[in-house]
Nanobody, 124 residues
Framework: QEQLVESGGGLVQAGGSLRLSCTAP????????MGWFRQAPGKEREFVAG????????YYADSVKGRFTISRDNAKNTVFLQMNILKPEDTAVYYC?????????????????WGQGTQVTVSS
């Protein structure tokens, strides 16, 4: 499968901000609902945020609601995850994924394509 490509991860202090980007060379992301997931060591991959194919609706896990914002820029063929007020518990590998539907899902198995992941580490 063609890979999505995440970028923007890194090391940040608690309370700081980071913006992740997801793109897909050779694919048009505006054709898909998109999701961000994360996976910490020893834990299952979990849903973080999703955005409708149209970009008109967004959805968030309770743990990040009010702190994270998912958005998309079709002209740049990019989906973003703006992460604010970061906490150590946000430390994980973050993945973007695409789904051939109008709406995102919070289920890993509902997505068709995945990126390689980008590491986000939040220090206290």
């Amino acid at each position: 499968q063609e890979q999505l490509v995440e970028s923007g991860g890194g090391l940040v202090q608690a309370g700081g901000s980071l913006r992740l980007s997801c793109t897909a060379p050779g694919r048009t992301l505006s054709s898909y609902a998109m999701g961000w997931f994360r996976q910490a060591p020893g834990k299952e991959r979990e849903f973080v945020a999703g955005i409708r194919r149209s970009g008109l609706a967004t959805y968030y896990a309770d743990s990040v609601k009010g702190r994270f914002t998912i958005s998309r820029d079709n002209a740049k063929n990019t989906v973003f995850l703006q992460m604010n007020i970061l906490k150590p518990e946000d430390t994980a590998v973050y993945y973007c994924a695409s789904r051939d539907d109008n709406y995102p899902s919070d289920q890993v198995q509902e997505y068709d394509y995945w990126g390689q992941g980008t590491q986000v580490t939040v220090s206290s």
